[in-house]
């Protein structure tokens, strides 16, 4: 006892030695730490009188670091830097910053360490490099975040501004507007509570300038207006100059070229006081450029003559080359080719010399690797010996704390190890018990399938006397008993993955209102067959956050399920859907008028196997609810049931909108492929769609441009100017008006004419909007609202793909497939069929009926988006064997029988009826075939890719090579045979087709010539 008390003496003695050593050596203040402030502003009042003679500066140098003047030298080489860094030698203004950093280093001084860097950055930044420029930004804003005083006014709040500075203008270089933003954001802040009025008009002219790069013209004025008003309070001529010359912007891009030049004017007046050439240059070839746009050409040559002087003074590359090209387009609207000529080859000279200046980067930043790589073992080793003098003066309070912590660990582990033992003991108990009541359970679950599988099989094969009713009704009770146990297992295993978390959740982030809606839709077919009615009630048409679809799916039919089972025949069930105050969660709520739970039910109905014995339903496993709680925490959301003996239950699902755990989430809808977007400053961003583009062939461009030749010159050009064919029927008013909100988005203009054509059959208007937004980028969409609808607007456009829906009012789905492959006109259009039937008959009727492919609702976006892209790609394989079979007579025994070749033969063989008749035309075609001219055109792009012109046209070509390889007649004589009434014509056209003339042609060794 008395050798226990004597170590708890011994240890309370440690820990007050080791608590008054710590107390000692956080008072004690290390003078080198920061040099004297007042010093330091004396000596750079001192040097502000010869801030700009390098030679002075020089010399004070030396005398400071011959007396070991620490202080004094390093304000020098700030100094000196920037004189050098303004007058445009980067690389003596890197050695000196660099030189001031050592210093710093070297006493400590963190204020002085954090404007060294900031210098180095900004050196950097000026030569492009802006990696190694980040990266001292980067250095200098950690040292003053570190820095004690950095949240209050003064010198460490303006280095973090310059720290924020940089970095920001680095983003806005590289076009991360985003990341710019937040930067200048901040050092706005920071010079709001530093009342600095010029700091403020900097940072709200750089914002002005990010949404200038986003097109957002309104806002960008508004933080010009800001910029403006704070340099006008600072008294800046060259911040009032600058913005003037954004306002100049603003008024040219929106095409106000007299309010631009009124604009440059005020600038220049500003800018000719301050010497500051670059700037001014600015608003000279703003102004001009302007001016030469109204066809101000006085005031143009005025303008460019003097900014083509202060140009070469300064030795300005870039903007000697945007003042010959000016000259170019002077001269050009001048029609003096010569002299535009000139000044064009001297623009791209200047160019070509600016690239060459870029390549010359290279080897500097080889060169500043290198520097950096020196100057970082330089840096490492002054800050060792600064390491090893605090290590020294920390080591004896080190090892007792090291004793402190050692004793007061050995304690901890012992107290800790006893605790545990104690608590494995109890674990391992209640694991005991856990496991044998889960094998309990889950051998109860199936036992009960088992035993009614076993025992109806058993009947339907020793009972021979039991009527064919019987046994069906046994069937289908094996077939429900297998079901569920086939459910339960899967159930088991999904609970198993969730819980063990190796699901690994696929992360979506989309609007999840539609997909909600579609999950209801389900399930209304189901409550209906129960006598229930199913109402889906959300007061949000769209809702974009993160969920796991498969979860919310799980989510929802759990729920569903549960309340269809305990609701009895004439009941309403509602799923509603609310985002909550505040907008960070959502709410999904499921509640009907059923049997209820127990009270003393309630808290035990998540549990795994846990069923109520007071329910009037049994039917179930007991794992449902339990599923249903995992998956919702998993997306760190809560469910909560309320419920009513007798009148109902409620089940309150509440999610978060954003998972701030994963950086990023794939979103539930996906990007167009091969999207390019060009940007401008002051011009709208270009967005192509390639996908457009890459759809037709270079042969299907070519054989257009034929055709078009054919027309021009042929003699059914003069039919084809009185009555000119459409070839993009417009969408008729029917097919849009169950989509207003996206009228105008679906035009057939020259930039959207290639993309292919879908019509979207779909009673429900939501569930259509959602088809369409997924389809709209890449394809030309038309939407309606039935069946009947659905095949007035497919006769009148003749599409190249139809989506579906089963039921419909008027006409449903399948009648409309079975119109569809009826139709003549229509036959060869693949359907694909979105549906919530989805049960084996419904699929095997679809199937019957000639669709090409079945969807679930809900869907995923990326299996409808493929699959659409699948069947577009082998339809113009198709597409290609059906010439191949019509025209160069392929063997395809498939395809001879097929319906879409009878119609292509039945068209060839009219043309070949009429070959030489020279006054052939797709309206007579048209009429033979009891079509109009557009139907047949459309039809005839469906099967071979090839408008109706240009495949007569083809058909003629073909057969003449074919009279030139096979008979001897003379070129001319093919020509009018084949319905050309200008020999030279064709020849072109012939050449075009084929890659050679048809003489060459008869010249071939195997033609006998």
């Known amino acids: 006892m008395v050798d226990l008390r004597g170590k708890y003496i011994l240890l309370v003695l440690a820990l007050l030695l080791g608590a008054v050593l710590l107390l000692i050596i956080a008072c004690q203040r290390n003078e080198g730490d920061e040099a004297d402030e007042a010093y330091k502003e004396s000596f750079s009042s001192k040097l502000y009188t010869i801030r700009n003679d390098e030679d002075s500066l020089n010399l004070l140098l030396n005398e400071c670091l011959e007396r070991d003047d620490d202080v004094g030298a390093i304000i020098i080489y700030r100094q000196l830097g920037k004189h050098q860094r303004d007058n445009a030698r980067f690389s003596d203004a890197i050695a000196t910053h660099q030189e001031g950093l050592n210093l710093a280093l070297k006493v400590r001084d963190t204020l002085e360490i954090v404007q060294a860097l900031n210098n180095l950055g900004t050196d950097f930044r000026r030569i492009g490099v802006l990696a190694e420029a980040s990266s001292y930004h980067y250095q200098a804003l950690s040292y003053s975040e570190a820095y004690s005083k950095v949240n209050e006014p003064g010198t460490g709040m303006k280095n973090r501004v310059v720290s924020l500075n940089g970095l920001g203008n680095i983003s806005l270089t590289l076009g991360y507007l985003d990341e710019a933003e937040k930067y200048f954001r901040g050092a706005l802040k920071d010079e709001v509570t530093l009342s600095s009025t010029l700091g403020q008009a900097i940072n709200y002219a750089n914002i002005g300038a990010i949404y200038e790069l986003r097109q957002q013209y309104d806002s960008a004025r508004v933080y010009y207006e800001h910029s403006m008003k704070q340099n006008v309070l600072a008294k800046s001529d060259m911040g009032i100059g600058l913005c003037h010359i954004h306002f100049g912007d603003l008024h040219a891009i929106e095409g106000r070229y007299d309010l631009a030049k009124e604009e440059y004017a005020k600038a220049l007046t500003l800018m000719q006081h301050i010497a500051d050439s670059w700037h001014w240059l600015e608003a000279g070839l703003a102004i001009a450029e302007v001016s030469l746009q109204t066809n101000d050409l006085v005031e143009f040559k005025k303008y460019i003559r003097e900014t083509e002087q202060v140009a070469r003074e300064i030795q300005s590359l870039e903007h000697l080359a945007k003042v010959h090209g000016l000259w170019h387009d002077y001269y050009s609207l001048q029609g003096d080719h010569a002299n535009a000529m000139s000044h064009y080859k001297r623009s791209i000279a200047m160019r070509d010399s600016i690239q060459g200046v870029q390549r010359?980067?290279?080897?500097?930043?080889?060169?500043?690797?290198?520097?950096?790589?020196?100057?970082?073992?330089?840096?490492?080793?002054?800050?060792?010996?600064?390491?090893?003098?605090?290590?020294?003066?920390?080591?004896?309070?080190?090892?007792?704390?090291?004793?402190?912590?050692?004793?007061?660990?050995?304690?901890?582990?012992?107290?800790?190890?006893?605790?545990?033992?104690?608590?494995?003991?109890?674990?391992?108990?209640?694991?005991?018990?856990?496991?044998?009541?889960?094998?309990?359970?889950?051998?109860?679950?199936?036992?009960?399938?088992?035993?009614?599988?076993?025992?109806?099989?058993?009947?339907?094969?020793e009972n021979e006397s039991i009527t064919e009713k019987e046994r069906e009704a046994y069937r289908k009770a094996i077939d429900r008993q297998s079901s569920n146990l086939l459910n339960m297992v899967n159930q088991l295993l999904s609970v198993a993955k969730v819980s063990s978390g190796n699901d690994k959740p696929g992360w979506r982030h989309g609007d999840i209102v539609p997909y909600l809606r579609m999950v209801a839709e389900t399930f209304r077919l189901h409550a209906?067959?129960?006598?229930?009615?199913?109402?889906?009630?959300?007061?949000?048409?769209?809702?974009?956050?993160?969920?796991?679809?498969?979860?919310?799916?799980?989510?929802?039919?759990?729920?569903?399920?549960?309340?269809?089972?305990?609701?009895?025949?004439?009941?309403?069930?509602?799923?509603?859907?609310?985002?909550?105050?505040?907008?960070?969660?959502?709410?999904?709520?499921?509640?009907?008028?059923?049997?209820?739970?127990?009270?003393?039910?309630?808290?035990?109905?998540?549990?795994?196997?846990?069923?109520?014995?007071?329910?009037?339903?049994?039917?179930?496993?007991?794992?449902?609810?339990?599923?249903?709680?995992?998956?919702?925490?998993?997306?760190?959301?809560?469910?909560?049931?309320?419920?009513?003996?007798?009148?109902?239950?409620?089940?309150?699902?509440?999610?978060?909108?954003?998972?701030?755990?994963?950086?990023?989430?794939?979103?539930?809808?996906?990007?167009?492929?091969?999207?390019?977007?060009?940007?401008?400053?002051?011009?709208?961003?270009?967005?192509?769609?390639?996908?457009?583009?890459?759809?037709?062939?270079?042969?299907?461009?070519?054989?257009?441009?034929?055709?078009?030749?054919?027309?021009?010159?042929?003699?059914?050009?003069?039919?084809?100017?009185?009555?000119?064919?459409?070839?993009?029927?417009?969408?008729?008013?029917?097919?849009?008006?169950?989509?207003?909100?996206?009228?105008?988005?679906?035009?057939?203009?020259?930039?959207?004419?290639?993309?292919?054509?879908?019509?979207?059959v779909e009673d429900n208007?939501?569930?259509?909007?959602?088809?369409?937004?997924?389809?709209?980028?890449?394809?030309?969409?038309?939407?309606?609202?039935?069946?009947?609808?659905?095949?007035?607007?497919?006769?009148?456009?003749?599409?190249?793909?139809?989506?579906?829906?089963?039921?419909?009012?008027?006409?449903?789905?399948?009648?409309?497939?079975?119109?569809?492959?009826?139709?003549?006109?229509?036959?060869?259009?693949?359907?694909?069929?979105?549906?919530?039937?989805?049960?084996?008959?419904?699929?095997?009727?679809?199937?019957?009926?000639?669709?090409?492919?079945?969807?679930?609702?809900?869907?995923?976006?990326?299996?409808?988006?493929?699959?659409?892209?699948?069947?577009?790609?082998?339809?113009?394989?198709?597409?290609?064997?059906?010439?191949?079979?019509?025209?160069?007579?392929?063997?395809?025994?498939?395809?001879?029988?097929?319906?879409?070749?009878?119609?292509?033969?039945?068209?060839?063989?009219?043309?070949?009826?009429?070959?030489?008749?020279?006054?052939?035309?797709?309206?007579?075609?048209?009429?033979?075939?009891?079509?109009?001219?557009?139907?047949?055109?459309?039809?005839?792009?469906?099967?071979?890719?090839?408008?109706?012109?240009?495949y007569v046209l083809k058909v003629k070509l073909h057969k003449a090579r074919k009279m030139l390889t096979e008979t001897d007649r003379k070129i001319a004589d093919v020509s009018e045979a084949c319905g050309f009434q200008d020999s030279s014509y064709f020849s072109r056209v012939f050449k075009k087709e084929f890659g050679f003339t048809p003489s060459q042609i008869q010249r071939r060794p195997e033609n006998g010539n």
């Open 528 to 760: 209906k067959v129960n006598h229930l009615e199913l109402i889906f009630y959300t007061d949000l048409t769209s809702l974009y956050m993160d969920f796991v679809p498969f979860y919310v799916d799980r989510i929802v039919s759990n729920l569903l399920t549960n309340a269809i089972k305990h609701s009895n025949p004439g009941d309403k069930i509602h799923l509603i859907f609310t985002q909550r105050k505040g907008g960070n969660e959502v709410i999904l709520r499921v509640t009907d008028t059923g049997e209820g739970i127990p009270p003393e039910d309630l808290g035990r109905i998540f549990e795994m196997f846990y069923q109520s014995r007071q329910s009037e339903n049994v039917d179930g496993s007991g794992i449902g609810l339990a599923f249903v709680r995992l998956m919702v925490e998993r997306m760190d959301g809560t469910v909560v049931a309320e419920s009513q003996l007798g009148k109902g239950s409620s089940f309150t699902v509440t999610l978060p909108i954003k998972n701030a755990r994963l950086p990023f989430i794939v979103p539930l809808e996906p990007a167009r492929p091969g999207e390019v977007v060009q940007t401008n400053q002051r011009s709208k961003p270009d967005r192509l769609d390639v996908t457009s583009v890459a759809t037709r062939s270079s042969a299907d461009r070519e054989s257009d441009k034929v055709a078009a030749d054919f027309t021009s010159e042929g003699v059914t050009a003069k039919r084809a100017m009185d009555s000119p064919i459409d070839e993009r029927e417009p969408v008729t008013e029917k097919s849009t008006g169950i989509d207003e909100e996206w009228e105008g988005e679906e035009g057939v203009d020259g930039s959207t004419a290639d993309r292919p054509l879908i019509l979207v």
């Open 360 to 461: 010359s980067n290279v080897y500097l930043d080889m060169r500043v690797n290198y520097e950096r790589d020196r100057n970082e073992r330089l840096v490492a080793r002054i800050e060792a010996e600064a390491a090893a003098r605090e290590s020294r003066r920390a080591y004896i309070s080190y090892v007792l704390i090291a004793i402190i912590l050692i004793g007061g660990g050995v304690m901890a582990v012992l107290y800790y190890a006893y605790k545990e033992r104690s608590r494995s003991n109890k674990l391992l108990k209640e694991m005991e018990r856990t496991r044998s009541d889960f094998f309990t359970n889950i051998t109860h679950e199936i036992r009960t399938p088992l035993t009614v599988i076993q025992g109806f099989n058993k009947r339907l094969q």
């Open 765 to 950: 208007k939501d569930v259509a909007m959602y088809v369409k937004s997924l389809l709209n980028e890449s394809y030309r969409v038309l939407t309606a609202s039935n069946g009947q609808e659905g095949f007035e607007v497919a006769e009148a456009n003749v599409p190249d793909l139809i989506v579906t829906d089963v039921m419909m009012p008027v006409k449903d789905g399948y009648q409309l497939c079975q119109e569809l492959q009826g139709s003549r006109l229509l036959n060869h259009v693949p359907i694909i069929m979105l549906t919530a039937k989805v049960g084996d008959e419904d699929k095997m009727k679809g199937l019957s009926y000639g669709i090409h492919s079945y969807l679930k609702k809900p869907f995923y976006p990326e299996e409808l988006t493929l699959l659409i892209a699948n069947i577009l790609d082998s339809r113009k394989r198709l597409k290609e064997k059906y010439l191949n079979v019509i025209i160069n007579r392929a063997k395809d025994e498939k395809l001879k029988s097929d319906e879409n070749t009878l119609f292509l033969q039945t068209v060839t063989d009219l043309i070949h009826s009429s070959i030489a008749d020279p006054n052939l035309s797709i309206f007579s075609l048209a009429d033979e075939m009891s079509m109009s001219t557009s139907q047949l055109n459309r039809k005839m792009k469906g099967i071979t890719g090839y408008s109706t012109i240009s």
